[in-house]
Protein backbone atom coordinates (compact mmCIF):
# COMPACT_ATOMS: atom_id res chain seq x y z
CA UNK A 1 0.00 0.00 0.00
CA UNK A 2 2.91 2.56 1.01
CA UNK A 3 4.62 1.65 -2.58
CA UNK A 4 1.31 2.47 -4.37
CA UNK A 5 0.75 5.59 -2.18
CA UNK A 6 4.47 6.33 -3.32
CA UNK A 7 3.89 5.89 -6.83
CA UNK A 8 0.54 7.59 -7.03
CA UNK A 9 2.45 10.60 -5.40
CA UNK A 10 5.26 10.46 -7.91
CA UNK A 11 3.11 10.64 -10.66
CA UNK A 12 1.00 13.93 -9.82
CA UNK A 13 4.45 15.37 -9.09
CA UNK A 14 5.86 14.34 -12.68
CA UNK A 15 2.47 15.48 -13.87
CA UNK A 16 2.82 19.08 -11.94
CA UNK A 17 6.47 19.44 -13.69
CA UNK A 18 5.79 19.02 -16.82
CA UNK A 19 2.69 20.94 -17.10
CA UNK A 20 0.20 18.60 -18.90
CA UNK A 21 -2.13 20.93 -19.82
CA UNK A 22 -6.40 19.66 -20.02
CA UNK A 23 -8.84 20.30 -22.93
CA UNK A 24 -10.53 22.63 -20.20
CA UNK A 25 -7.51 24.45 -20.46
CA UNK A 26 -8.20 25.80 -24.13
CA UNK A 27 -7.89 29.46 -24.76
CA UNK A 28 -5.59 29.86 -21.76
CA UNK A 29 -2.21 30.90 -22.04
CA UNK A 30 -0.36 27.81 -20.43
CA UNK A 31 3.25 27.27 -19.96
CA UNK A 32 4.53 23.96 -20.76
CA UNK A 33 8.07 22.14 -20.69
CA UNK A 34 9.20 19.19 -23.36
CA UNK A 35 10.75 18.53 -26.68
CA UNK A 36 10.16 20.10 -29.80
CA UNK A 37 10.17 17.42 -32.67
CA UNK A 38 8.31 17.12 -36.20
CA UNK A 39 5.29 15.85 -36.99
CA UNK A 40 6.32 15.02 -40.63
CA UNK A 41 9.94 13.61 -39.65
CA UNK A 42 10.13 12.16 -36.44
CA UNK A 43 6.34 11.19 -35.89
CA UNK A 44 5.95 10.35 -39.33
CA UNK A 45 2.81 11.77 -40.08
CA UNK A 46 1.95 12.54 -44.06
CA UNK A 47 2.50 16.20 -44.39
CA UNK A 48 3.73 18.21 -47.34
CA UNK A 49 6.25 20.18 -45.08
CA UNK A 50 7.89 20.24 -41.53
CA UNK A 51 6.03 20.97 -38.79
CA UNK A 52 7.18 21.28 -34.88
CA UNK A 53 5.01 19.82 -31.88
CA UNK A 54 6.20 19.50 -28.45
CA UNK A 55 6.02 16.65 -26.67
CA UNK A 56 5.05 16.62 -23.05
CA UNK A 57 5.45 13.67 -20.66
CA UNK A 58 7.19 10.63 -21.26
CA UNK A 59 6.67 6.75 -21.92
CA UNK A 60 3.28 5.75 -22.37
CA UNK A 61 1.89 9.06 -21.06
CA UNK A 62 2.73 11.72 -23.95
CA UNK A 63 0.99 14.85 -25.15
CA UNK A 64 1.65 16.45 -28.52
CA UNK A 65 1.29 19.70 -29.06
CA UNK A 66 1.26 21.26 -32.37
CA UNK A 67 2.69 24.94 -32.32
CA UNK A 68 1.13 27.58 -34.55
CA UNK A 69 3.52 29.23 -37.37
CA UNK A 70 4.07 32.86 -36.07
CA UNK A 71 7.13 34.90 -35.39
CA UNK A 72 8.05 33.20 -32.35
CA UNK A 73 8.13 29.44 -34.18
CA UNK A 74 10.07 31.24 -36.97
CA UNK A 75 12.24 32.50 -35.00
CA UNK A 76 13.17 28.54 -33.56
CA UNK A 77 12.79 27.20 -36.92
CA UNK A 78 11.96 24.24 -38.07
CA UNK A 79 13.58 21.11 -36.27
CA UNK A 80 13.26 18.57 -38.82
CA UNK A 81 14.84 15.30 -37.56
CA UNK A 82 16.52 17.03 -34.34
CA UNK A 83 15.09 17.47 -30.96
CA UNK A 84 15.15 20.18 -28.89
CA UNK A 85 14.40 20.56 -25.55
CA UNK A 86 12.32 23.61 -24.14
CA UNK A 87 9.23 25.38 -22.40
CA UNK A 88 7.28 27.03 -24.22
CA UNK A 89 4.22 29.44 -22.90
CA UNK A 90 1.27 30.35 -25.56
CA UNK A 91 -2.52 30.23 -25.69
CA UNK A 92 -3.75 26.67 -25.92
CA UNK A 93 -6.75 25.55 -28.26
CA UNK A 94 -8.07 22.11 -29.76
CA UNK A 95 -8.59 21.75 -33.43
CA UNK A 96 -8.91 18.58 -35.60
CA UNK A 97 -8.62 16.61 -32.90
CA UNK A 98 -5.34 17.87 -31.91
CA UNK A 99 -4.00 20.14 -29.32
CA UNK A 100 -2.48 23.79 -30.48
CA UNK A 101 -0.06 26.02 -28.95
CA UNK A 102 0.17 29.61 -30.57
CA UNK A 103 3.46 30.49 -28.84
CA UNK A 104 3.99 33.65 -27.20
CA UNK A 105 7.63 32.67 -25.83
CA UNK A 106 10.13 29.50 -26.44
CA UNK A 107 12.87 29.11 -24.32
CA UNK A 108 15.57 26.27 -24.54
CA UNK A 109 16.48 23.98 -21.97
CA UNK A 110 20.14 23.33 -21.65
CA UNK A 111 20.89 19.56 -21.19
CA UNK A 112 22.63 19.04 -18.02
CA UNK A 113 25.84 17.23 -17.70
Known sequence: ???????????LAALAVTGIA????AGKEVTLEGTILCAKCSLKEKRDGCQNVLAVGSGDEVEYYYLVKNDVYEKVGDVCTAKKRARVTGI???RDGKHWLEPKEIVPIEKKS
Request: a neutral charge; aromatic letters at 6%.
Open 1 to 11: MKRTMTLAVAV
Open 22 to 25: FAGD
Open 92 to 94: LSD
